[in-house]
C-alpha cells in the first residue's frame, strides 16, 4: 500500500445538502450543475454523491460567492479556526496529544473541539457556526484554558 498518497474524506450530508438548496435557488439547469461539478471534480465525477470535502467547500464558496468578494473574511475566519484547533490539540481532555495530519482523526478531533464549545464555550456554538466575533472569543477562551496547563 502506498503509504504517500493523501486520504481524502467524502463530502459530508451537510455538504450535499447546501450543493442541491443553491442549485434550486440559483435555477441551475441539470446541465449547468453537472458541468459546475465536474469542473470542481477535475472530471472526476458529474455527481455530488462522489465529490469529497475540498471539492464540496470549493463549490459551495463559488455558489455562495461567485466574484469571489468575501474571499478575504473567509480566508481571516479559516486562519483563526486553524489557530484554535491547533490551540485545542495541546489541551488535554480535549484533543491533546493526537495526530493531527491523519484526516479522520482530525474530523474526530474537530468533532470533540465543537461538543466542548456547546457545552463550554461562550457562544455555545459549533466552530463552523461563530461569526469572526465570535471566533475570537474563542481563540481567548481556548488560549487561556491551554495556559492553565
Not at 471534480?41 to 471539492?55: C, F, I
Not at 474537530?110 to 461538543?115: G, Q
Request: hydrophobic share 30%; aromatic share 6%.
Amino acid at each position: 500500500m502506498n503509504m504517500n498518497r493523501k486520504l481524502t474524506l467524502p463530502a459530508t450530508n451537510e455538504q450535499k445538502k447546501l450543493i442541491h438548496r443553491l442549485k434550486r435557488q440559483l435555477c441551475l439547469d441539470e446541465d449547468t450543475y453537472r458541468n459546475l461539478i465536474s469542473q470542481y471534480s477535475g472530471g472526476r465525477t458529474d455527481t455530488s454523491a462522489l465529490l469529497n470535502k475540498d471539492e464540496a467547500r470549493r463549490l459551495i464558496s463559488n455558489l455562495i460567492d461567485p466574484e469571489g468578494k468575501h474571499v478575504k473574511d473567509e480566508k481571516r475566519k479559516y486562519n483563526l479556526v486553524c489557530r484554535i484547533y491547533r490551540t485545542s490539540c495541546e489541551i488535554s481532555g480535549l484533543n491533546a496529544p493526537y495526530d493531527v495530519d491523519d484526516p479522520i482523526e482530525r474530523q474526530m478531533n474537530i468533532a470533540k473541539l465543537n461538543r466542548w464549545l456547546r457545552q463550554y464555550g461562550r457562544c455555545k456554538k459549533p466552530i463552523s457556526q461563530q461569526s469572526y466575533e465570535e471566533l475570537k472569543q474563542t481563540y481567548r477562551q481556548i488560549v487561556a484554558r491551554a495556559n492553565k496547563e
